[in-house]
């Protein structure tokens, strides 16, 4: 069925230093590309879930914030939220269209960590994509429109987006999608299983050759016979 609406990106606003020049680029590829775009600041977390309480409004979520593993905010802790507040936000609004993607433009966004977290509290975020180590305005701006461009007019997968868009600006993109948690889970829930199987081994090889060896000292240590 041929889509009847615009794609729309919000972008949300989530500290105080955030460059103008970022926010007005990044309305302008939206539109460009044929999209809607609405800017929110976000100084609470109220006014947070506010603004998310938009049912099937978004295909893009764009985060401006100061970021690590743990949250985001105003770099001096002004502003904090967690990441798992956010993807509640996310959940309780049920503001996410289908395959929408969330868009981290800050430090450690692109962290599996982070992305992990987010999947766990929200089973309607689908994507995460953002850098893995430090990045700074001009950076995130020239990734994020070289990941839209991929997206939106030359139709690519997220993967494909994010690898150009990494190509393109020097810095690792990444772009985690919700079947990568099941499978890591799956490999890790594997690993614990070989490992247990491992152990299992290595203590009959141990009792095994105690045997062997308490059995030899008998036949060794008895009387002789005559």
């Excluded at 069925?1 to 680029?25: F, G, S, Y």
């Excluded at 977290?117 to 689908?126: G, K, N, P, S, Y």
């Excluded at 919700?178 to 829930?189: A, C, K, Q």
């Excluded at 060794?220 to 016979?225: A, I, L, S, T, V």
């Amino acid at each position: 069925m041929p889509r009847t609406t615009k794609k729309t990106i919000l972008i949300l606003e989530a500290c105080a230093d955030v460059p103008k020049e970022e926010l007005q680029n990044l309305r302008s590829v939206a539109g460009m590309l044929g999209m809607e775009s609405k800017t929110e600041a976000i100084k609470s977390h109220e006014e947070l879930r506010s603004c998310l309480n938009v049912e099937r409004g978004f295909d893009y979520v764009y985060l401006c914030a100061h970021a690590n593993v743990d949250g985001f905010g105003d770099e001096d802790g002004t502003t904090d939220f967690s990441w798992s507040q956010l993807a509640s936000a996310l959940c309780q609004g049920k503001c996410l269209r289908p395959g929408a993607i969330l868009l981290l433009a800050g430090c450690r966004g692109g962290a599996w960590q982070v992305a992990s977290r987010l999947f766990e509290t929200c089973h309607e975020i689908e994507y995460v994509c953002g850098p893995r180590w430090n990045a700074g305005p001009p950076d995130l701006t020239t990734a994020f429109h070289v990941f839209l461009y991929n997206m939106e007019y030359r139709r690519e997968m997220p993967s494909t987006a994010a690898s150009r868009a990494s190509a393109a600006t020097g810095y690792d993109l990444f772009c985690y999608d919700r079947v990568e948690l099941h499978e890591r889970l799956d490999g890790e829930g594997l690993a614990a299983q070989v490992k247990s199987w491992a152990k299992i081994f290595l203590d009959w090889t141990r009792a095994t050759r105690d045997l062997q060896k308490a059995v030899q000292g008998e036949a060794g240590g008895g009387d002789p016979k005559e």
